[in-house]
Nanobody, 116 residues
Framework: QVQLVESGGGLVQAGGSLRLSCAAS????????MGWYRQAPGKQRELVAA????????NYADSVKGRFTISRDNAKNTVYLQMNSLKPEDTAVYYC?????????WGQGTQVTVSS
């Protein structure tokens, strides 16, 4: 069983930065991939960024490429999402996800609000 706890969300002005953290209670070393998703009001949850087990492969939604960076520290059981040049359309609840071979785990989410 893995529990994920996100932190680092908040209110920021457009153009600002935030760094989200996802701390896992169990080891994420064996997770096939870790990812950040977001869900805005009235919209479906969407993948923002994902990173492979060893961290060598990353994927980003087109809308965040060049602005967001995902990273993981397996020794600390933590995944990060550095968000720069934030836009109002980035406003959403951001969720951390861990994909194992037989199970998916989700955090409770952290709110990110970008004011114009």
């Amino acid at each position: 069983q893995v529990q994920l706890v996100e932190s680092g969300g908040g209110l920021v002005q457009a153009g600002g930065s935030l760094r989200l953290s996802c701390a896992a209670s169990g080891s994420i070393f064996r997770a096939n991939a870790m990812g950040w998703y977001r869900q805005a009001p009235g919209k479906q949850r969407e993948l923002v960024a994902a990173i492979s087990r060893g961290g060598s492969t990353t994927n980003y939604a087109d809308s965040v490429k060049g602005r967001f960076t995902i990273s993981r520290d397996n020794a600390k059981n933590t995944v990060y999402l550095q968000m720069n040049s934030l836009k109002p359309e980035d406003t959403a609840v951001y969720y951390c996800n861990a994909k194992f071979s037989l199970a998916d785990y989700w955090g409770q989410g952290t709110q990110v609000t970008v004011s114009s």
